[in-house]
């Protein structure tokens, strides 16, 4: 008890004399002192000591006061240096990021850095970015408020009826011709699958003929005619596959580059319309300086989607003209083609289909053989 009782009074009267030399010194920290953690350790070395007492009542001393001598001394000198001393922004136990210098009394000095020439174009970039970011959100607020009004009754919509009529004839045109080219292709396969039954029909005749004497000249007759149809049948399939080609491309392509050309004049209608009700409830608002530079603005704005709408609704009337001009000519020269192949080949005249093919410049490909290049095609 009196060894605990000493080596207390000690660490506290060193705590003390530390909390003092600091305030002593005008520095506030929370610094946590490294030494304390080894405080523990002492005091439950003390606790153990036996410290015997002699007659007199002094202690005696033992090897192990030495020690403790010693990490006293670590104690004292592991404290922290009053003129390095260092607050903790972070408070008790914060990491070494937050420490602060507070020593020697001199402030660090703050360089800036001036901004080259590629921070600037940085900047630039930016901002030119967020203009882009902020003028399609507002358009696109704009446009979406106006078709939602178109479609609850509550907002006027441009209409060119004459245009209108056309493109909605165009889609249904369109749907039919899809139709068209779907049974094209149907009839196009079933004619392979019989033009290969024909053949293997035809196969099996001339090796009947061979082995069955009785019935040569027969199944040698049926055997030729197998071959014949199937001979019509690949210029029949030719015809066939040109007009489908034809067919595709007008769908797919043609029509549909102009669709493309409609679905951009749509959009621009939407903008148009948007940017013209904003500019009358700009109108009929309050008209003092800032209104008037809105309306200005707004009427600039309006100004160039009015153009965009009238160039692309032109544009739409030029396409929607040639586009009839070119499916007639390409549809009267398909449903000739088609007509008289089909024609010749139930009638049985040979001669007559391939007139036909030789009249539209079709060459057949030999079964086996490569699809042709684009140059060669052109």
Not at 79 to 95: K, Q, R
Not at 134 to 142: A, D, E, L, P, Q
Not at 171 to 191: D, F, I
Not at 303 to 330: M, P, S
Request: hydrophobic residues 35%; charged residues 25%; glycine residues 10%.
């Amino acid at each position: 008890m009196v060894g605990e009782t000493f080596l207390s009074g000690v660490l506290a009267s060193f705590q003390k004399c530390l909390c003092w030399s600091l305030q002593g010194a005008g520095v506030e920290t929370l610094t946590p002192i490294p030494s304390l953690a080894m405080t523990d350790g002492i005091l439950g070395k003390a606790a153990t000591m036996e410290i015997p007492i002699h007659g007199n009542g002094e202690a005696g001393q033992l090897p192990e006061d030495d020690g403790l001598e010693q990490d006293l001394q670590q104690v004292m000198v592991s404290g922290p240096n009053l003129n390095e001393t260092s607050i903790v922004s972070g408070g008790y136990g914060g990491s070494g990021d937050g420490l602060i210098p507070t020593g020697s009394g001199r402030h660090p000095s703050h360089s800036t850095t001036p901004a080259g020439p590629g921070d600037e174009v940085a900047r630039g970039i930016a901002g030119e970015k967020f203009d882009i970011v902020k003028k399609w959100g507002i358009n696109t607020y704009k446009c979406t408020k106006q078709l939602l009004s178109e479609r609850f009754g509550r907002g006027s919509r441009t209409v060119d009826l004459e245009l209108e009529l056309q493109i909605e004839l165009l889609r249904e045109t369109k749907r039919k011709y899809e139709s068209v080219l779907q049974l094209g292709r149907a009839l196009t396969a079933h004619l392979y699958s019989l033009l290969q039954t024909q053949h293997a029909l035809g196969d099996a005749f001339a090796d009947l003929s061979q082995k069955s004497p009785e019935l040569q000249e027969e199944f040698g007759y049926n055997a030729e005619t197998q071959k014949l149809l199937c001979k019509n049948g690949e210029t029949l399939l030719g015809a066939v596959n040109f007009f489908v080609s034809s067919i595709n491309t007008l769908v797919t392509k043609t029509m549909e580059d102009t669709l493309m050309t409609v679905k951009q004049y749509e959009a621009a209608r939407l903008e148009y319309d948007a940017y013209r009700t904003d500019l009358e409830e700009l109108s009929l608002g309050p008209r003092d300086a800032g209104t008037r530079g809105r309306l200005e603005s707004a009427q600039a704005t309006f100004q160039a989607h009015r153009d965009k709408y009238e160039k692309l609704r032109g544009d739409v009337a030029i396409k929607l003209k040639f586009l009839e001009e070119n499916k007639i000519k390409v549809m009267h020269k398909q449903l000739l083609l088609f007509h008289n192949a089909v024609s010749a080949y139930f009638a049985g005249n040979q001669k007559q289909l391939e007139q036909t093919l030789q009249q539209f410049n079709i060459k057949l490909r030999p079964p086996g053989a490569e699809k042709p290049s684009w140059l060669e095609e052109q």
